[in-house]
């Protein structure tokens, strides 16, 4: 995890720590001494921002300066600005990762807490307690089991005329397909951080099966495949008076999907996405992203009555259909999921403490998975109650309200009589009721202190328009409520769970950490040609990017190994923002991706355990250390490629305002690796294979027409000169 080094000239007594149950421990201590000192603000933010997190020298070439965060909400809560934040990998800093890092372990500890204390079924840390395959299949087993029969009774329900149970009516279905959108549209992102260029070599087996399934969450390389795009053609296709929301990066997107109650009522999948973004931005708690992954990719029983029940109201049900399609459990994602736990789990010595611990840590991943809800809470008999009771009333309230100045539900909300307005009620009721909950109208859990009780009690002035028997029903939702807020609920729960990650796991994770680095415009990078180049610049500006490079300029002792690790890089990010994915650019980064993973083009059908099984290709960096290997190296391989690439490697944190930089840069890598013999690279295995990759990816490249463009020249440049310098 990151090794934050607190030197002594902070804290007297110095400390090192280097696991994520010690970070936050850490991180807690050391406010606690810069509280206790009075250290000012600024120096607490730049300490978090600039500590050397590693005993490496970063670059000269990088500036302090690095992009700014997109704009935040002006409004709202501070889930809702992290999900924001993290949905937009600009503002991937250090100090966003550590917020994202302690609130996911709350979560952690939240979701252990709540299986611990479970006394339903068997979970997978009663069932499963030490590592067993054979036990495992059989809770997996025993799982897709119950999910079975609960399916097959829900059908027995409904050939028995009873009705929908999920998706009502198309206005219920409308308000609760868009209030899921935040969950619904970061899918797979919490794979996309593994199967990096740096991933680990001993563990690449296995986070290429993961990335496999995350491709295929993407599409494959076909947009109407990828999920996150199918489910928001389908808000798209809902009948609803704000009918976009905007894209999932946006701050339009946070309003727009933001339920009228605000935090008063839920916030369940704006924190079930804040997790899911925050698995795929650390990939050092692989352990905990493939048991997130086993239980995530399971069919689920939400997931079979939402196709069958948005089939019934003549909704789209492509996004469900493929949920329960792909996720099977023979050759699916579910198959997937499973081979890579058991080939990850296969990589620890039987019965020892490090298998005892990363098992743990997986099961950790399958309990956030199963425990944090994914779905917008369901309405209660009462509030359904509720409103019927104010749909019966609609049409005889207009009269009396339309000069009533009484606005309920803040910025985003109404005049009383609007709301009730014959013609939209049904599709506004549920946005209502959940306004006026949360309005000064309603104390929560204190019925005669509210006062919309008052109003319709003697002398108030709606007395007599409800009967004792709809007073009573309004005030027992009053009354049902709590009197915390969501967000309230979620921070008392935190507080009193803390503390469960660490008693199950302990404090002895692996030592893996990050590189720093924080995301940077490629303009805040000096660039000065070589002088081997100067000659051939024949007009001001950069130099036009060449159909080749002389001989002499390229160095012959630039390691080859490290040109195609290199290779594998600059785009590696793009993929971490599920929207920018689900775009016809996201697309064709995938496909070269792809390409560098070793996967082929797909035209029909899905891989699944095929691929899986027998691998169609090799990627880039394993081709790489089988090249280090064939040259008789005898030290393992690096898999970072040094200082002086930082410039690099924070450009590419940044990929959607440094995109055509990133493919000026792409270009020169894949450029120089269409000569393999210019590096010493003669052997026909390796040659060829690195001469196909090239000609397959500058395909890919020119479907973006960069070759013109003033910041793909900076890019191509900036990579030559770096080789030239390090050659």
Not at 162 to 188: M, N
Request: contains cysteine; charged residues 20%; glycine residues 6%.
């Amino acid at each position: 995890m990151f090794s934050y080094d607190f030197i002594t000239s902070l804290i007297p007594s110095g400390f090192k720590r280097h696991r994520v149950s010690d970070l936050i421990i850490s991180v807690e201590n050391f406010l606690i001494y810069l509280q206790h000192h009075q250290y000012p603000a600024y120096t607490l933010i730049s300490i978090f921002i600039f500590l050397q997190i590693s005993n490496e020298t970063q670059s000269k070439v990088i500036m302090a300066e690095t992009l700014q965060s997109p704009p935040t909400p002006s409004s709202g809560s501070k889930y809702r600005t992290l999900y924001h934040n993290l949905q937009n990998p600009a503002s991937h800093t250090q100090s966003l990762k550590l917020q994202a890092l302690q609130t996911l372990h709350r979560l952690f500890d939240i979701t252990i807490s709540k299986t611990l204390s479970s006394q339903t079924s068997p979970t997978i840390l009663t069932a499963v307690p030490q590592y067993s395959p054979a036990n495992l299949i059989e809770f997996l087993t025993a799982t897709e089991r119950a999910t079975t029969a609960r399916w097959e009774e829900y059908i027995s329900r409904r050939t028995n005329d009873q009705d929908r149970e999920f998706l009502i009516t198309p206005p219920q279905a409308t308000h609760l397909l868009r209030l899921s959108a935040p969950v619904k549209c970061v899918d797979g992102v919490w794979l996309s951080g593994l199967h990096r260029a740096n991933t680990p070599l001993r563990f690449r087996p296995v986070t290429r099966t993961a990335w496999q399934t995350f491709s295929e969450e993407l599409g494959d390389g076909h947009l109407d495949r990828n999920h996150v795009y199918i489910y928001s053609q389908l808000l798209k296709s809902l009948q609803h008076p704000a009918k976009d929301i905007g894209d999932g990066d946006s701050t339009t997107f946070i309003e727009g999907v933001q339920s009228p109650s605000g935090e008063r009522r839920d916030i369940s999948t704006w924190i079930a996405g804040i997790a899911q973004l925050s698995l795929g931005m650390f990939p050092e708690l692989l352990p905990e992203i493939l048991g997130f992954n086993l239980a995530y990719e399971a069919v689920t029983f939400e997931t079979l009555i939402s196709a069958y029940e948005a089939r019934e109201l003549k909704l789209d049900p492509m996004y469900f259909n493929l949920h329960v399609t792909i996720d099977n459990s023979d050759s699916g994602h579910t198959a997937m999921a499973l081979h890579a736990v058991t080939e990850f789990m296969r990589r620890f010595q039987a019965g020892s403490e490090e298998e005892r611990e990363m098992w743990k840590r997986v099961q950790v991943g399958y309990v956030l998975a199963t425990e944090l809800p994914i779905h917008p809470r369901p309405w209660t008999k009462t509030e359904d109650e509720v409103l019927e009771i104010f749909t019966n009333k609609c049409r005889a309230a207009l009269p009396a309200h339309l000069r009533c100045k009484a606005h309920i539900g803040g910025s985003k909300g109404m005049k009383l009589g609007e709301w009730m307005d014959v013609e939209g009620w049904e599709d506004r009721k549920y946005s209502f009721l959940e306004a006026l909950g949360a309005s000064a109208w309603v104390v929560p859990g204190k019925a005669e202190e509210s006062k919309l009780v008052q109003e319709i009690s003697w002398k108030g002035r709606m007395f007599g328009a409800f009967t004792v028997n709809e007073t009573a029903v309004l005030k027992r939702w009053i009354s049902e409520m709590s009197p915390l807020s969501a967000v309230e609920e979620l921070e008392r729960d935190m507080e009193r769970a803390k503390g469960a990650y660490i008693n199950l796991v302990g404090s002895s994770l692996e030592d893996l950490r990050t590189d720093g680095i924080d995301p940077a415009h490629h303009s805040t990078i000096e660039m000065v040609l070589e002088a081997c180049l100067l000659p051939r610049v024949s007009s001001p500006g950069l130099p036009e990017i060449p159909s080749e490079l002389p001989m002499d300029v390229v160095p012959k002792n630039f390691n080859p190994c490290k040109l195609l690790v290199a290779c594998a890089m600059p785009l590696e990010h793009y993929l971490s923002s599920p929207t920018k994915s689900a775009t016809e650019r996201g697309t064709l980064v995938l496909g070269i991706l792809r390409i560098l993973n070793g996967f082929p083009k797909i035209a029909g059908a899905i891989a699944g355990m095929d691929e899986v099984i027998a691998p169609s290709g090799i990627g880039a960096v394993e081709l790489a250390h089988q090249l280090h290997i064939f040259q008789a190296h005898t030290q393992p391989m690096e898999l970072d490629l040094g200082s002086e690439w930082d410039w690099f490697k924070s450009t590419s944190r940044s990929p959607e305002s440094n995109f055509y930089f990133l493919l000026g840069v792409q270009y020169a890598f894949v450029f120089l690796m269409h000569s393999p013999e210019a590096f010493g690279v003669f052997d026909g295995y390796f040659s060829s294979i690195m001469q196909d990759m090239s000609i397959n990816i500058e395909d890919e490249l020119d479907e973006f027409n960069f070759r013109g463009s003033e910041e793909s020249k900076r890019g191509f440049w900036m990579t030559i000169n770096t080789v030239i310098r390090e050659g």
